[in-house]
């Protein structure tokens, strides 16, 4: 018996300051079910908290802890029987450790494999017009560029179709995706 489709899970990546999440914001207005990015989400509860999984302070730990965000998220939306947008996907975490320089544990790994996404895979490239730093994006521009270059990299390298989404207004950028997914 062949494996089962994936879900329709589209995933938004690139590097940080692409516009990405404004991206997923307004396709969450424009009714969409979306997924936050655990990154972000990480960085908050870990400040609020007094925690070290930050990228800052342990990068290890902070990987784990958007593996274990990821998953469940994946998890959680698996009974919808619409299209769901995440703001990055599983694969990040794998691209964020190798652009650290880290060995991926093997629990990236299995993750990656056992959680596939829809085929079509949205990339958000450098937009310097846009970049900007704030209290949970702190890299600078070249690290932005490499990042989106490394989740290209792995994404390509795990058999998913890269689109790049236009540096657009948000709302051609909605529209952009919609057409790609088939729901214009």
Do not use: N
Request: proline share 10%; net charge neutral.
């Amino acid at each position: 018996m062949p494996p089962a489709p994936p879900p329709p899970f589209y995933v938004i990546t690139g590097g940080p300051g692409a516009g990405k999440t404004t991206l997923i914001e307004a396709l969450a207005a424009d009714g969409w079910p979306v997924v936050g990015e655990s990154g972000r989400a990480v960085i908050r509860a870990e400040q609020t908290r007094g925690g070290t999984a930050l990228p800052w302070a342990d990068r290890l730990a902070f990987a784990a802890a958007m593996l274990a965000q990821d998953v469940a998220a994946f998890e959680a939306a698996r009974s919808r029987r619409t299209p769901v947008l995440f703001d990055r996907g599983i694969p990040d975490v794998l691209g964020y450790l190798l652009l650290e320089g880290l060995a991926p544990p093997a629990a990236v790994h299995d993750a990656v494999a056992r959680h596939r996404y829809a085929e079509t895979v949205f990339v958000c490239p450098p937009w310097p017009g846009i970049y900007a730093t704030d209290a949970e994006r702190k890299q600078t521009p070249e690290i932005a560029e490499r990042t989106c270059d490394v989740m290209r990299q792995v994404y390509g390298d795990l058999g998913y179709r890269l689109v790049e989404v236009p540096r657009a207004a948000v709302d051609d950028r909605v529209r952009f995706v919609r057409a790609a997914i088939g729901a214009a």
